[in-house]
């Protein structure tokens, strides 16, 4: 029989993958009408797949994936000659820099062609101002950065659509624009502010003095984060180029003396070979999954309107779940690359074991068993979290929680969708924050009432998690509102009115009667 799917009438017929992705539990309907309609092909598939910084993996044909792969391939060799004859004991800090510098410069012009001039713009425009710039050196640099990654965001979709562009430019972008705002910040923190006003972590990132050109450029540009990531703190990549950075952490946890007694410092292999393993398991179930579960179908016309409710959730869960082994992928390969330099170690374990997770991403386990939005939050592209907790949420003066979901949004880009899911956040954190403070008490005494409780939290938090991402992956207005109507609009009908509940008791409580109380009682010292 031939095939009418509209994406796969020139492979003659109808392949094995255009069943239906969920039959084996039931499908609600198999009339031939629906059966037609299943699955698109893998590439329109993925052409909805916009990630957050894993922009290369768009397309399956795209000449920027094979480039991608190919770049991240020599990077990880790179990364272990870095470590073992560039080492900090044996080359000057100022080779260690202009290499790191020149394979990054490298890698951008191999994977985007002339499209990497706008990179070098905004690095050396930022630059300027991080050199002229005294007082509001963070402001101009926010608005630099976030301003010229908006600009070409805004161009990409007009001129493009919502198509994907061959050389997309904007993930390397958006790392960049990470970090010269947090090197801003962390400038302005060092020179500009008194040191009793800052937190203890800003004064330990904080930086006494700018950067040189070389130094600057290498944070930048450094072939280890160029394409991926992710942002680390300048002090702490400033402590790797020079040497100081293992045995720094090794002197925190006490264990100066025996890495002086034996010359040795821990090595990444076993986490490197960990690492690349988890990776090529995402890498196999990225390629299998996304086209057994398209994101697109959540907002088919015929399954929406003929595929029961129960249905409909469950596809849309299992077919974010598809999608994410994407971004495990990209982001454990990147963070093998660093570790492969010498670059992330962060101390021992509880075992004793090194552990090579400073600048990790995200932590797997983390994600797939969280119980509550902010443990998945906490452990989903972690870097970026701390990137929007240095530069907003500890600065903002009010609605913090907001104002941080909003700099996301327009991080990632001008596509509604993102800004969708980053609107639904807000209502969703607020709410899960009033049930746990509220309820998780009641279920901590028994162990079978924990159990219970984790259950129903993980079962609540993933779908959660589902209904509020999936904006982020269909991007346009129209699939959004069509799949929102689909689940009518229920998870935010459930957390608004968690939220009004909550402030509607706490104003009805009367409020304890305060007493003045004399300090007579105190005794004089």
């Known amino acids: 029989m031939a095939c009418s799917c509209p994406d796969m009438r020139t492979m003659g017929s109808c392949p094995a993958v255009h069943r239906c992705p969920l039959s084996a539990v039931g499908c609600a309907s198999q009339s031939p009408h629906i059966w037609h309609s299943w699955v698109y092909s893998a590439k329109s598939s993925l052409n909805v797949l916009s990630p957050f910084s894993v922009r290369a993996l768009e397309s399956s044909s795209s000449p920027l994936q094979v480039n991608f792969l190919a770049c991240q391939l020599f990077a990880l060799a790179a990364a272990f000659w870095f470590r073992l004859y560039l080492s900090p004991r044996r080359t000057n800090p100022a080779i260690r820099h202009a290499v790191a510098t020149l394979l990054g410069v490298a890698f951008v012009v191999f994977c985007f062609g002339w499209y990497s001039v706008h990179i070098f713009i905004l690095v050396f425009s930022s630059y300027l101002i991080m050199i002229q710039a005294t007082t509001n050196l963070h402001r101009y640099s926010m608005i630099m950065a976030m301003g010229y990654l908006t600009i070409c965001q805004a161009s990409r979709a007009?001129?493009?659509?919502?198509?994907?562009?061959?050389t997309d430019f904007s993930g390397p972008l958006m790392i960049i624009t990470q970090k010269i705002t947090t090197l801003g910040f962390q400038v302005h923190d060092g020179m500009y502010r008194k040191s009793e006003e800052l937190t203890a972590e800003q004064r330990r990132v904080a930086v006494h003095s700018k950067p040189s050109l070389i130094e600057y450029l290498?944070?930048?540009l450094s072939f280890l984060?160029?394409?991926?990531?992710?942002?680390?703190?300048?002090?702490?990549?400033?402590e790797f180029i020079e040497g100081h950075h293992v045995r720094r952490r090794l002197a925190q946890a006490n264990c100066k003396k025996s890495v002086e007694d034996n010359g040795l410092e821990p090595s990444p292999k076993r986490a490197v070979v960990?690492?690349?393993?988890?990776?090529?398991?995402?890498?196999?179930?990225?390629?299998?999954?996304?086209?057994?579960?398209p994101i697109a179908y959540n907002t088919d016309v015929h399954f929406v309107s003929e595929a029961p409710f129960l249905y409909r959730l469950i596809y849309a869960f299992f077919s974010?779940?598809?999608?994410?082994?994407?971004?495990?992928?990209a982001w454990t390969f990147a963070d093998a690359i660093n570790n492969a330099a010498g670059y992330g170690f962060s101390g021992f374990d509880e075992n004793g074991k090194a552990s090579w997770d400073l600048i990790s991403?995200?932590?797997?386990?983390?994600?797939?068993?969280?119980?509550?939005f902010k443990t998945f939050i906490d452990n989903w592209n972690i870097q970026t979290g701390v990137w929007l907790k240095c530069v907003c949420y500890d600065r903002a003066p009010c609605y913090r929680t907001a104002l941080t979901f909003i700099l996301s949004a327009l991080w990632h880009g001008v596509y509604p969708g993102y800004y969708f899911t980053f609107i639904t956040g807000i209502p969703i954190t607020m709410a899960a924050r009033i049930v746990r403070r509220n309820f998780r008490p009641y279920f901590v005494s028994s162990p079978v009432l924990k159990f219970g409780y984790d259950v129903t939290t993980w079962a609540a938090t993933q779908l959660s998690i589902t209904y509020t991402v999936m904006p982020f992956?269909?991007?346009?207005?129209?699939?959004?509102?069509?799949?929102?109507?689909?689940?009518?609009?229920h998870i935010h009908v459930i957390s608004i009115a968690i939220v009004i509940t909550a402030a509607a008791v706490g104003r009805a409580k009367p409020r304890p009667r305060q007493e003045h109380h004399s300090n007579n009682n105190v005794k004089a010292k």
């Open 320 to 329: 974010v779940q598809a999608a994410r082994p994407k971004f495990y992928f």
């Open 218 to 220: 290498s944070y930048q």
């Open 225 to 238: 984060t160029i394409l991926v990531g992710p942002c680390s703190n300048y002090k702490d990549y400033m």
């Open 274 to 293: 960990h690492k690349l393993f988890v990776s090529i398991v995402c890498l196999v179930l990225f390629l299998t999954l996304t086209k057994t579960f």
């Open 473 to 489: 992956l269909v991007l346009a207005v129209e699939p959004t509102v069509r799949f929102y109507r689909s689940m009518y609009f």
């Open 361 to 372: 991403n995200l932590n797997i386990l983390g994600i797939e068993t969280a119980t509550s």
């Open 158 to 166: 007009i001129i493009f659509s919502y198509g994907i562009l061959s």
